[in-house]
């Protein structure tokens, strides 16, 4: 049995879980509403305030379906109630994030300012210039801008300048040395 498969999800107050037919299912919350079609052969049953989800049978793949769907429920769960952020940090001189409207624009070094347009569900916060907090309750779509952002100016490993994680480490070069 999977270890994680077999917990099951805990239906928080105010938040509604309903599966229909063909395994779609809806969580309704605080922070909005996430449907997802999960995989037609996984079982997923609400039974006493909590999702359960079953696997038919013992093969490969329903084995590893079995965490990933428990998983995927969990997480739509986590994100009406609580929601998801990506905290994004800008290193380098003269590069700046700034806020207009609904629209995000990066200083980055290049010849042009780089706008990009919050998608939906997602809220862009720049607290500080060198900032950025990504929010919303999907949490694939918020891991996705944040990344989607990240490549507009990757970190390079000599100066470190660029946009990064609030948590990633960049490995550092050694810059050239001169000839003796």
Known sequence: MSRIGRLPIAIPNGVDVKVEGNNVVTVKGPKGTLKRQLHRDMIIKIEDGNV???RPSEIKM??????????????MVEGVTNGFQ??????????????????????LGYSHPVEMEEPEGITVEVPAPNKIIVKGADKQAVGEFAAKIRTKREPEPYKGKGIKYETEVIRRKEGKTGKK
């Open 52 to 54: 359960v989800v079953q």
């Open 86 to 107: 990506k905290a994004l940090d800008i290193n380098g001189v003269g590069y700046r994030a700034q806020k207009q409207g609904k629209k995000l624009v990066l200083s």
């Open 62 to 75: 329903h084995k590893a379906l079995h965490g990933l769907t428990r998983t995927l429920i969990a997480n």
